[in-house]
């Protein structure tokens, strides 16, 4: 059997959580995801180190499915801006691929552990005190489009999520309405992940240690599991966006995330004193 019947519920859970928050609040699927896969891969018997990168690739794979499926219910309400996605996701592709293939391959998963808790911790904070960048400017050329993709793109291979924590505050302080922007992270996504992926596919492939049915260092019965679950529910959250108090609803899931980041950060502070 590939996967025991408990952790198939676990995984369907998480996709279910993971998918929600997406479209409902355009960032925090794959920080969710990546603590959990992590703990479901060292329970399996998997290295520490080489669990921490698998839950990353891993997460970020089922954004593929995610985005497809949130960004489909932003798109019928006509929220996208397909001009912002033209001029980003190019970045994205740069700074996805740098750190996917090179950075991420190079760095012990203690580090990545450590890295991801910090980063989160500060999305974290950004979305519970919801403090949302002034439109001070405009939208950059598509040269400044391109260099803020390659950074969300970058960070995002380090986290396995979105980049939706990183767009979606460019965006609105870039004069974009934040429906819009939201709907746009959502967009990006897709481009987000496919690139990060073929890196950690590529920089995974001749890993040792890794459990069966893994492709690089993405482990496909997660995946399967997580995506159909995470599809379902990902255009619920869209629809629950414009219908629920979404500035309490990132509270209370922003400090779930604190805790989650908190966690992933002792990991590796621990990891790196072993």
């Given at each position: 059997?590939?996967?025991e019947?408990?952790?198939?519920?676990?995984?369907?859970?998480?996709?279910?959580?993971?998918?929600?928050?997406?479209?409902?609040?355009?960032?925090?699927?794959?920080m969710?995801?990546?603590?959990f896969?992590?703990?479901?891969?060292?329970?399996?018997?998997?290295?520490?180190?080489?669990?921490?990168?698998?839950?990353?690739?891993?997460?970020?794979?089922?954004?593929?499915?995610t985005?497809?499926?949130?960004?489909?219910?932003?798109?019928?309400?006509?929220?996208?801006?397909w001009?912002?996605?033209?001029?980003?996701?190019?970045?994205?592709?740069i700074?996805?691929?740098v750190?996917?293939?090179?950075?991420?391959?190079?760095?012990?998963?203690?580090?990545?552990s450590?890295?991801?808790?910090?980063?989160v911790?500060?999305?974290?904070?950004?979305?519970?005190?919801?403090?949302?960048?002034?439109?001070?400017?405009?939208?950059?050329?598509?040269?400044?489009?391109?260099?803020?993709?390659?950074?969300?793109?970058?960070?995002?291979?380090?986290?396995?999520?979105?980049?939706?924590?990183?767009?979606?505050?460019?965006?609105?302080?870039?004069?974009?309405?934040?429906?819009?922007?939201?709907?746009?992270?959502?967009?990006?996504?897709?481009?987000?992940?496919?690139?990060?992926?073929?890196?950690?596919?590529?920089?995974?492939w001749?890993?040792?240690?890794?459990?069966?049915?893994?492709?690089?260092?993405?482990?496909?019965?997660?995946?399967?599991?997580?995506?159909?679950?995470?599809?379902?529910?990902?255009?619920?959250?869209?629809?629950?966006?414009?219908?629920?108090?979404?500035?309490?609803?990132?509270?209370?899931?922003?400090?779930?995330?604190?805790?989650?980041?908190?966690?992933?950060?002792?990991?590796?502070?621990?990891l790196?004193?072993?």
């Amino acid at each position: 059997m590939i996967l025991e019947p408990i952790t198939i519920v676990e995984l369907a859970a998480l996709g279910l959580t993971g998918g929600f928050m997406a479209g409902l609040l355009g960032v925090g699927g794959g920080m969710v995801l990546v603590p959990f896969i992590t703990w479901i891969l060292a329970s399996r018997g998997v290295d520490n180190e080489l669990a921490v990168k698998m839950a990353i690739a891993t997460s970020m794979a089922t954004i593929i499915f995610t985005s497809i499926s949130s960004v489909r219910a932003h798109h019928k309400r006509g929220m996208v801006r397909w001009d912002l996605v033209k001029g980003i996701a190019p970045g994205i592709m740069i700074g996805a691929l740098v750190v996917s293939i090179g950075v991420f391959a190079l760095l012990k998963g203690a580090w990545l552990s450590v890295v991801f808790g910090v980063l989160v911790i500060l999305a974290a904070l950004q979305m519970f005190l919801d403090r949302k960048p002034k439109p001070t400017r405009q939208m950059p050329g598509r040269g400044g489009q391109m260099a803020a993709g390659s950074v969300i793109g970058f960070l995002s291979g380090l986290l396995g999520a979105g980049g939706g924590f990183l767009s979606v505050p460019f965006m609105t302080w870039c004069n974009v309405a934040i429906h819009n922007a939201v709907a746009t992270s959502a967009a990006l996504g897709f481009p987000i992940a496919v690139f990060n992926v073929i890196g950690y596919v590529l920089g995974g492939w001749s890993v040792a240690g890794r459990p069966e049915w893994s492709v690089g260092y993405v482990w496909l019965p997660a995946l399967a599991v997580i995506a159909s679950c995470s599809v379902l529910m990902a255009p619920l959250g869209a629809r629950t966006a414009h219908a629920l108090p979404v500035k309490t609803l990132k509270r209370i899931f922003a400090g779930i995330l604190m805790l989650l980041a908190v966690s992933m950060l002792i990991k590796g502070i621990r990891l790196l004193g072993a």
